[in-house]
Each structure stands twice: as structure tokens, then as C-alpha cells.
């Protein structure tokens, strides 16, 4: 065996047993991907529940660790060596936006991703890529105006969010990690999301078509 490939079998085996670490992976968009993904770990507020929820879901296991960003960043060692972190977590925007929710919104996106920054650089095997959600709440109220990645941020709270949150991911990048922002649309299924409550208005026959 070859020197390399001893060194490739030493990494494989000081590896987790996880590859992909996933904030927010009990809410709707998180629970889906990480039923998709094989070795998969989750961060979540309360870990035990997040464990059984998972399990009723998947039917299979899933390591799930603590982190409050409110307390402060995750523990390092969570993250070491492991391939990608999928930073998914914030708070619902469906509900009614008083000063403050805003508040719990900017610190559930923007501050979470400030405390997993501070984690990663702290890390001295550190994941290859950040994968952190945004929102197509980016570009703003635009009317009928077509928009691409490339598209300059709009304005109002969301856009402003989202610039914020996007910005605090990128800083990512500075440790020498890939970064990926989605801007995620309104995402839709039978079990949740916004197809959950727009499917009883359409069964009454009171529902109509989306734009012109």
C-alpha cells in the first residue's frame, strides 16, 4: 500500500460516522433533506425530541446535538471533520410581523449564522462547504420584473434580511470554505409548508389562480 493510500485510510477512519450536519433539520425543508441524506447528524434546540421526531419520520436513528444560538456558537468539536454543514434554521415567517418578531427573525437567520461562523473558525478539520439557506425575500417586491442570481438585492425588511444573512455566510468563505446561499422560494408539500393551509381554501372551491 502506498503511502497516499495509507494516508487516504487513516482520514477515512478518524472520519464521524456522519459526513453532513444539518441546523434546522426537524423543521420542513431540513426533515425532508436529511431523510436524503445517508450519514447525516442534526443541530437542534432540544436534541432528545428532535431525536424522536426523526425517528417516527425515518425510522432509523439519527445523532442530533444541542445548540441554542442564542447561548453562544456550537461546540467545535461537533463540526470537525465532517464534509458540508446545511445552515437551515431560523424562525417561521408565517405569523404576524410585530417589532418583535422582526427581532426573532433577524436573530434566529442572521445571529445563528454569526455563532456557526465563530464554531467553524474554531475548527481545525473543518467542513469542505457551507450550504446556508436565504430567501427569494432577497430581490424585494420587483412587479414583473425578471430576475436571476445575478439581480441587485430590493428592499424592505426581507431583502434587508436576507442581504444580512447572506453576508454572515459568505464570511465562510474566508476559512477557505466553498459557500452556498439558497434563495428558496415558497416551498410546497402535502404534509406542510404554504400547500398545508392552501389546500382546504381550494377544496371549499374558494381558491384561484397564483399571478395573472
Same mark, same amino acid.
Given at each position: ?14 472520519? /464521524?460516522?456522519?459526513?453532513? +450536519? ?10 425532508? +433533506? @436529511? ?38 456558537? /456550537? ?9 458540508? @454543514?446545511? *445552515? ?7 405569523? %404576524? ?12 437567520? @442572521? ?30 417586491? %420587483? ?9 441587485? /438585492? ?25 459557500? *452556498? ?14 400547500? &398545508? &393551509? ?10 384561484? %389562480?397564483?399571478?395573472?
Amino acid at each position: 500500500m502506498t503511502t497516499d493510500a495509507r494516508a487516504e485510510v487513516r482520514e477515512s477512519a478518524e472520519r /464521524p460516522r456522519f459526513s453532513a +450536519l444539518v441546523s434546522g433539520g426537524t423543521g420542513f425543508v431540513g426533515s425532508a +433533506l @436529511v431523510e436524503r441524506l445517508d450519514r447525516v447528524a442534526v443541530f437542534s434546540r432540544d436534541p432528545d425530541r428532535a431525536q424522536r421526531s426523526l425517528r417516527r419520520r425515518l425510522g432509523r436513528d439519527v445523532p442530533c446535538f444541542a445548540w441554542r444560538p442564542e447561548e453562544g456558537p /456550537p461546540e467545535a468539536k461537533s463540526l470537525e471533520g465532517i464534509d458540508v @454543514v446545511y *445552515h437551515l434554521a431560523g424562525k417561521s415567517i408565517d405569523t %404576524r410581523w410585530s417589532a418583535t418578531v422582526k427581532e426573532e427573525l433577524v436573530a434566529s437567520r @442572521v445571529n445563528s449564522t454569526r455563532q456557526l461562523i465563530e464554531a467553524l473558525a474554531d475548527t481545525e478539520r473543518r467542513p469542505r462547504a457551507l450550504i446556508c439557506a436565504s430567501a427569494i425575500g432577497y430581490y424585494g417586491d %420587483r412587479g414583473d420584473q425578471r430576475l436571476d442570481e445575478s439581480a441587485a /438585492p430590493g428592499e424592505g425588511f426581507l431583502a434587508d434580511l436576507c442581504v444580512a444573512w447572506e453576508r454572515e455566510a459568505l464570511r465562510a468563505s474566508e476559512l477557505g470554505m466553498r459557500v *452556498h446561499t439558497l434563495r428558496i422560494g415558497v416551498v410546497l408539500g402535502r404534509d406542510g409548508g404554504a400547500l &398545508k &393551509k392552501m389546500l382546504p381554501i381550494f377544496r371549499w372551491g374558494l381558491g384561484g %389562480r397564483l399571478g395573472r
